[in-house]
């Protein structure tokens, strides 16, 4: 069947048509579209939720009606809807959960909600080389930072959190209080490569003591002080670039060494959109052939909130059986741990 995946969790519309095959998903991929309301909210600094449904309630049907048209299809060959349904913002949320529920109830197909962070957590099978369970996933994105023991699709451990900020929040306040614009991750990684290494260091939170958690909220005043402190020029800033997301990519390896050590897994999966981060992929990826462990990610275009993900999520679940939802709830606050495993 065609799976029509909706996002509309945050400040992206995505939406993807995915033809499910167990075996290989990455081939099933029809069309997906994003739109980022990056541009919308910059002005302001970061999302505006109210602003941020109403885009949505403008761009979903223009963005499926195109992605249909890209793979050649009518709304008629829809055969099951997958939307996100948390964790996120509740009226974005709402808009992605309504307007899935209403196509699926038109066309008498079954609509499934799907947890988001699920979704960053399987990405990595659309790509041919897929990742098969049981693995670690270091789940680093706007709003999470989670190492994740994933013993079966379905079958998530949280073996480490952030106590404070999360991997990207940390990337856009750092670069915020530098005077990049909103979003700061990719920006300031854009920067980081034109720093001169070893003219700051900063540390590695909480790497001196055992446990797998995170904390990033310290890092970010060290680079405040540093900032505040400086000549404020243009290579200085990027020189506070490169060492932060030395410290940042540093202590992500550190941690994920640890926790492939704890839970014994020979397979690291990295998702979300500080999976995009080169520094952080080649620096795992060296890792992985030092260590003797594997390690997968999806295409950048898929780090990020896309609807593919959704649709893979959804296809999945709904294959192994698992009941629609029939009313269009959602789920902002969502325990990835409380989610049923598959098959
Ligand atoms: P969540 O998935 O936790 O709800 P989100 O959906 O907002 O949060 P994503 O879309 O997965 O998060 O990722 C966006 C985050 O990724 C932003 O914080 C952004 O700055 C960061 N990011 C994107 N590209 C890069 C990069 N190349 N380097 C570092 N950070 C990046
Ligand atoms: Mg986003
Ligand atoms: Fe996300």
Not at 138 to 167: E, F, I, N, P, Q
Not at 252 to 281: D, S, Y
Request: glycine letters at 12%; hydrophobic letters at 45%; one cysteine or more.
């Amino acid at each position: 069947a065609v799976v029509l995946g909706i996002e509309t969790s945050c400040d992206e519309t995505g939406v993807a048509l995915l033809r499910w095959t167990p075996k290989a998903p990455s081939e099933g991929l029809l069309a997906h579209r994003l739109f980022s309301q990056i541009r919308l909210h910059a002005e302001y600094g970061g999302v505006v939720p109210e602003l941020a449904s109403r885009d949505h309630v403008r761009k979903l049907l223009p963005l499926i009606r195109g992605c249909l048209a890209e793979a050649g299809l009518g709304v008629a060959d829809v055969g099951a809807v997958a939307y996100t349904s948390g964790p996120g913002l509740v009226g974005a949320l709402l808009v992605g959960a309504a307007t899935g529920q209403a196509l699926a109830w038109s066309l008498g197909v079954p609509a499934l909600g799907v947890h988001h962070m699920e979704g960053h957590l399987l990405a990595p099978l659309l790509e041919p080389q897929a990742p098969e369970p049981p693995f670690l996933a270091l789940l680093v994105s706007g709003g999470h930072s989670m190492l994740v023991d994933v013993a079966a699709v379905g079958s998530y451990r949280v073996v480490g959190d952030t106590l404070d900020d999360a991997a990207g929040e940390a990337f856009d306040k750092t670069a915020k209080l530098m005077g990049l614009p909103y979003p700061g991750g990719p920006a300031l990684a854009a920067l980081a490569e034109h720093g001169h290494d070893g003219v700051f260091r900063f540390s590695r939170p909480m790497t001196d003591r055992p446990g797998l958690d995170f904390s990033f909220s310290g890092l970010k005043t060290q680079v405040l002080l540093a900032w505040q402190r400086s000549d404020q020029s243009e290579q200085t800033r990027a020189d506070i670039a490169l060492a932060f997301e030395q410290a940042m990519v540093d202590t992500l390896l550190i941690k994920c060494r640890r926790a492939l050590e704890q839970t014994g897994r020979r397979q690291l999966v990295i998702a979300g959109g500080v999976g995009a981060n080169q520094r952080l992929r080649s620096a795992l990826l060296e890792a992985g052939r030092v260590d003797g462990f594997e390690v997968r990610y999806p295409r950048l275009e898929f780090c990020t909130d896309n609807g593919a993900m959704i649709a893979l999520a959804g296809a999945i679940r709904l294959a192994s059986g698992q009941v629609a939802s029939t009313a269009a709830t959602v789920v902002p606050r969502w325990d990835l741990e409380s989610l049923e495993a598959v098959g």
